[in-house]
């Protein structure tokens, strides 16, 4: 398995077009005043935005996305508009792969983060 | 005989656990919810998430057809007293027996496996199971929430 790699630069518009999508209209990613006043910097992206943008990555990794028979991460970090994230799969064993999540700064947003596949 | 019993208080009253007490829903499963895979949605979403939407339902539209359909249930239940502003998603697990297709209809069933509060902070793990037309078994979603207090 060679290793997979995306670097994604989050915008307000993608977090917002996530936010329609998958149903999760919490404010703090939509709404810089709400956000800052329960203490955040500003709007910041959905998790499982992140997460489905490392499974994108894992399912190519695993040569399709059907192969996919599981998915975890801790989220570890806040993804701000602007922050560039590279995601990566790597090759752990038969059937597993090891995911990460890291920002320009180097630190990891998502951590402990791995998939499984079948082989067909 | 009477080891087992002499931590106790001489009235016969114990302290009970500190999750025991304030936990109302560790649990408690909600009741099923079924969806439509709606293929114009499942579309958005794979824009959104930078995927092409020719390559079908993406994984993590989990987080529609599982999160999104059990999750109200849960921050709408006032036995739950979860309070959506003090929520953080902690960690997410997917397990896929199959990946469901675009207009499939599916039924997704969330459950509160456990709900702990330690040092000011609730962790409450939620669970949802969603079966196919059939019944057969498509996906396990597991979250942990942190609450703040």
Redesign the interface.
């Known amino acids: 398995m060679k290793r997979i790699e995306r670097a994604v630069t989050f915008t307000p518009d993608q977090i917002a077009a996530y936010a329609e999508a998958s149903g999760d209209h919490n404010p703090i990613h939509l709404d810089g005043e709400f956000a800052r006043s329960v203490g955040l910097p500003g709007i910041i992206a959905h998790g499982m935005l992140q997460m489905g943008i490392l499974a994108c990555v894992a399912a190519e990794a695993a040569g399709g996305a059907h192969r996919l028979r599981r998915l975890y991460c801790r989220f570890a970090g806040m993804v701000e508009p602007g922050d560039t994230v590279a995601f990566a799969a790597e090759d752990a064993g038969p059937g597993k792969i090891a995911l990460s999540a890291v920002n320009q700064r180097g630190e990891a947003v998502l951590t402990k983060a791995s998939a499984e596949y079948r082989s067909s | 005989m009477v080891g087992a019993s002499s931590a106790a208080p001489a009235s016969g009253i114990r302290s009970i656990p500190p999750h025991l007490a304030l936990s109302a829903v560790e649990g408690k499963t909600y009741p099923a919810v079924t969806s439509v895979i709606d293929p114009e ?1 499942v579309a ?2 794979a ?5 092409d939407p020719a ?6 539209f989990a ?2 057809y599982a ?2 359909a059990t999750g109200p249930q849960l921050f709408g239940d006032p036995e739950a007293a979860v309070d ?2 003090r929520l ?10 199959r ?1 469901p297709q675009a207009g499939e209809t599916v039924t997704s069933q969330g459950h509160v496996v456990s709900d702990i509060s330690r040092r000011g902070m609730r962790f409450l793990t939620y669970e949802t199971a969603t079966t196919a037309e059939d019944g057969s078994a498509l996906c396990r979603s597991r979250t942990l929430f942190i609450i703040r207090s």
Request: proline share 6%; glycine share 6%; net charge negative.
């Open positions: 949605r958005a979403f824009r959104a998430i930078g995927a390559d079908g339902v993406p994984p993590t987080a529609v999160l999104a959506f502003a953080l998603h902690a960690d997410q697990e997917f397990e896929w027996e990946h």
